[in-house]
């Protein structure tokens, strides 16, 4: 008889644990975590539309004639203005602060320009980057100082080219 008195009190306690966790007894019982299917497009049951219109703030950008153009230009002035070791640093950084991410400015303002061993371009640039990928691109140019190449980034279709990193070209 104690055992199961003991058994219907542990039996009650855990009743009563679970309508605490579980809410009232008139709300439908919570569902599960939704399951997703691999190579589906849309979640099962969240409540969301996960269509091929669902972006996540990732800004609509396209790679177009208009895009080549701008990069090759930013990057032709912003070497332009880099190969210049004669120039005195304030000058040198005040001219391509305007061209610079601000993660590059913050480095680039330490350069010295008359370490800059470059003092003329003689091709370029080339422009490649990733297919899919319309917001970052590499430049590579040839100097009379060996090939260098240049990263640019842009956050939008009509935000400006940004030079993340200048550098010597590592050989192949």
């Known amino acids: 008889m104690r055992k199961q008195h003991a058994l219907t009190a542990a039996l009650a306690a855990v009743l009563s644990l679970c309508a605490c966790a579980g809410g009232s007894q008139n ?10 299917s691999i190579g589906q497009e849309n979640y099962a049951e969240d409540g969301h539309d996960h269509g091929a219109d ?6 609509e950008v396209t790679w177009d ?15 332009v203005l880099f190969a210049r070791p004669n120039v005195p640093e304030a000058a040198w950084f005040s001219d391509l602060a305007p061209y610079l991410a601000p993660e590059y400015a913050a480095d680039a ?5 008359a370490r800059v061993p470059i ?18 691109v590499t430049a590579t140019f040839s100097t009379d100082a060996g090939r260098w190449q240049m990263l640019l ?7 400006p080219w940004l030079v993340a990193t200048i550098s010597p070209q590592e050989p192949a």
Not at 27 to 36: C, I, L, N, Q
Not at 109 to 113: A, F, H, L
């Open 54 to 59: 669902e972006h996540y703030g990732v800004p």
């Open 27 to 36: 709300e439908p019982a919570a569902k599960s975590t939704p399951t997703v």
């Open 153 to 159: 980034h842009r956050s939008g279709q009509q935000q």
């Open 119 to 136: 003092r003329k371009v003689t091709d370029g640039p080339a422009i490649s980057r990733e297919a899919g990928n319309p917001l970052t």
């Open 65 to 79: 004639a208009a895009a080549e153009r701008a990069v090759k230009d930013t990057a032709s002035k912003v070497m």
């Open 109 to 113: 303002k330490y350069i010295d320009p």
